[in-house]
């Protein structure tokens, strides 16, 4: 059973209605905590047989606004968010159904800067002779004066897409606020036809076993990442998009994963170095401000994220940046 299914429909209205809440200056730092996954579950359970009444401002039940790791709305340093939106983005699940961004939305944007920076890939393309119409008028020339007058028509080489790509975009959560931006992103992306190959999936804050197809990230609708790292050869150019902003836990331990009901045995930064050695030619594009990656929420995973692959702002010098490091690669 997922844990969403486990709320009572009174306790979720107790914890949806307006309420004063704390001023965070006013919360007492010893009854902060940083309790592991496992055990924040634990305590939810405990706390739903216990509980029979609405609770702000508190430190034990499930409320909204104090220091308990379980409601809404509070300022613990870690638990399990019970509806509501984020404040804090301290939670390491939610009990509640996810209202995933699709990023694939047609919107009236202007992409044609981020088209232009994806153009250079085109440089890996190659020139064929394969139905060609155009004459090469240099080489036309040189071969008729090599042949003594005699016209020598030779067809300029068209060039050939032979860039493969495969985007990874992380989706919802700490990444709504950016969901325009990297919207304009995947249009440059989807609409280019400079690629031989586009594959696109999702992954919400870290990258586990599975890669899903659609960015709602529901369960079935994904593909094995072993299965990607087996038929999608080392040629692939890999583009990641995300703010890398999540508990340590989610890079660190096995059971990190913070998607409900999913448990990875291998954690995620080892996944994060299997791609990076699988795909040397790979970037990751931030959306979140350079000048913030050192003291924003996450800071901590940024920094070890930014170490397994090169990270750029996701500006258009950032992109221009990750662009030339794919193409010196």
């Not at 969901?179 to 696109?200: C, G, M, T, W």
């Not at 890079?251 to 050695?277: A, V, Y």
Request: aromatic share 10%.
């Amino acid at each position: 059973m997922k844990v969403a299914d486990k709320i009572p429909i009174e306790l979720l209205n107790w914890l949806n209605e307006d309420t004063l809440l704390k001023d965070l200056r006013d919360v007492d730092p010893s009854l902060l905590v940083n309790k592991e996954l496992s055990e924040l579950l634990e305590i939810l359970d405990a706390r739903l047989k216990e509980q029979k009444e609405k609770h702000d401002g508190g430190n034990y039940y499930i409320g909204t606004g104090g220091t308990s790791t379980q409601g809404q709305r509070g300022f613990n340093l870690s638990g399990i968010r019970v509806g509501g939106e984020s404040l804090q983005k301290r939670a390491l699940q939610v009990a509640e159904e996810r209202h995933f961004k699709d990023f694939r939305e047609d919107r009236a944007l202007d992409i044609r800067q981020f088209q232009m920076a994806f153009r250079k890939l085109r440089q890996y393309s190659k020139r064929t002779r394969e139905d060609s119409d155009k004459i090469d008028i240099d080489l036309t020339c040189r071969k008729t004066s090599e042949r003594g007058g005699i016209l020598t028509l030779c067809k300029e080489a068209p060039r050939k897409n032979t860039v493969k790509m495969l985007l990874l975009i992380d989706s919802n959560g700490s990444m709504l606020p950016h969901a325009k931006l990297v919207n304009r992103l995947f249009q440059a992306v989807n609409q280019a036809n400079h690629y031989s190959d586009l594959k696109v999936y999702y992954f919400h804050n870290c990258i586990y076993d599975y890669l899903y197809k659609t960015p709602y990230i529901r369960r079935n609708e994904w593909i094995e990442t072993e299965w990607v790292f087996k038929n999608l050869p080392s040629e692939y150019k890999v583009v990641i998009v995300g703010d890398a902003s999540m508990a340590p836990s989610e890079l660190f331990n096995p059971g990190g994963n913070c998607i409900l009901g999913m448990f990875n045995h291998e954690p995620g930064l080892s996944w994060l170095r299997r791609l990076k050695e699988k795909y040397p030619h790979a970037v990751w594009f931030n959306p979140v401000k350079e000048e913030e990656w050192q003291y924003v929420y996450g800071s901590a995973t940024i920094n070890v994220v930014g170490k397994v692959f090169p990270m750029y702002e996701l500006t258009l010098m950032g992109l221009d940046k990750g662009i030339k490091k794919l193409l010196n690669k």
